[in-house]
């Protein structure tokens, strides 16, 4: 687990423990936000094909035109969704656990969706940055607005100033 976290220093001298999901989910949210109905998108060299429940396919309906805007190029038949194009944010993987969630009615509004769309695209727990990786995304996310906090409201950093850390340490009461 000691690859998910980012510790640094503030100007001030306090220690900041920075969470690199929750950090980098931030960043993706905010541009996947600017970037919401542009509907750019990356090419699938094969079609990802998914299975339909009669449910998800009437979801489909209701979210086509949104999941359109979001860079998704769809194609659907019978008791198939084929997704011919995806957002430039998602692997074909990611693209797919995000159409099932949206089908299932797991991402009820634009907000949501954009949420789970960063979450998906946005570096894991325990994956190994290198300093340059690393240094860019800390870059990215202090330029980002509401950067304390991932768009699920966890926190993306944790601080400690020399009092608290005296405190922890059991220096001082």
């Known amino acids: 687990m000691a690859e998910t976290y980012l510790v640094l220093r503030d100007e001030s001298g306090a220690l900041l423990l920075v969470d690199q999901h929750a950090a980098h989910e931030r960043v993706l949210f905010e541009a996947a936000k600017n970037d919401a109905f542009s509907g750019n998108s990356r090419p699938l060299a094969l079609p990802l ?14 979210l086509g035109t949104t999941l359109c805007s979001l860079g998704f190029e769809l194609s659907c038949t019978d008791a198939t969704l084929a997704v011919l194009a995806t957002p430039p944010l998602l692997s074909r993987a990611q693209a797919g656990q995000f159409l099932r969630e949206a089908l299932a009615g797991r991402k009820e509004d634009l907000t949501e969706m954009l949420a789970g769309m960063s979450c998906k695209g946005a570096v894991k727990a325990g994956q190994r940055l290198v300093e340059d990786e690393a240094v860019g995304l800390l870059r990215q996310w202090l330029a980002a607005p509401g950067r304390e906090y991932c768009p699920h409201g966890r926190p993306c ?8 850390l005296e405190k922890l340490f059991k220096r001082r009461q």
Not at 49 to 62: G, N, Q, T, V
């Open 49 to 62: 094909e998914l299975p339909l429940h009669p449910a998800e396919k009437a979801r489909f309906y209701e």
């Open 157 to 164: 950093v944790l601080r400690w100033d020399a009092a608290a």
